[in-house]
């Protein structure tokens, strides 16, 4: 009896992600600076460096780890922990790439099958990247977040509003690790000039 007690341990016993190895929240993120146009938009110019292959390292299967803020913008500093799975692979001969993010326990669904789709494009033009999102629950494509990679890190941006207010949102790439990716949010509404970190996830091969 033991032994089956000393296994169901294992198979339940889950860490906290804030104590996951690769899971860092890194408060010395210094972000580009956001420029914008005459005509209140984005002005979002590639790194000399970006390229079609920066998100090679995604093609694949697998497990995320997440830490996800349970107020945005209300100064808040309870997070959730929840995991779940993820599958891209790369379209238009390398082009761009899809990937597919499952899990039951997204926060405010648990138990709940969530499945959100992500497109990512280059433009070989402006050496762009632009990432479009859609999940399950809302059947809306969002406003691509649009930017590029230098140094392994990655900043994509749009303007959005969250409950009504203007925000700038950012999504952060950091893949010095490639096999332990570091994706996470950030929201500001002073166009950039602070931001409010609102969740992180690690990549962990599956």
């Not at 979002?44 to 913008?73: C, E």
């Not at 648990?110 to 999102?133: A, D, H, I, M, Q």
Request: glycine share 6%.
């Amino acid at each position: 009896m033991k032994y089956l007690f000393f296994l169901l341990a294992i198979l339940i016993y889950r860490p906290s992600l804030a104590q996951h190895p690769e899971l860092k929240t890194d408060t010395t993120i210094v972000m580009p600076k956001i420029n914008i146009d005459a005509n209140g938009l984005l002005s979002i110019t590639s790194s000399a460096t970006s390229s079609p292959h920066d998100f090679d390292f995604l093609i694949g299967k697998w497990k995320m780890y997440h830490r996800r803020l349970n107020q945005r913008l209300q100064n808040c500093h309870d997070w959730t922990e929840f995991q779940s799975t993820d599958e891209a692979s790369p379209i238009l001969t390398g082009l761009g790439d899809i990937d597919t993010y499952k899990t039951t326990e997204m926060p405010g669904m648990v138990g709940t099958n969530f499945e959100g789709f992500t497109l990512r494009l280059f433009n070989p033009k402006t050496r762009l990247w632009s990432l479009y999102w859609v999940a399950n629950n809302s059947g809306v494509l969002d406003a691509p977040q649009v930017g590029s990679f230098e140094n392994n890190i990655g900043h994509f941006f749009a303007k959005d509003t969250y409950h009504g207010i203007p925000v700038i949102v950012v999504f952060r790439w950091d893949v010095r690790d490639k096999n332990h990716p570091l994706w996470s949010q950030a929201f500001s509404t002073d166009n950039g000039k602070t931001w409010e970190w609102n969740w992180y996830n690690v990549f962990v091969r599956n």
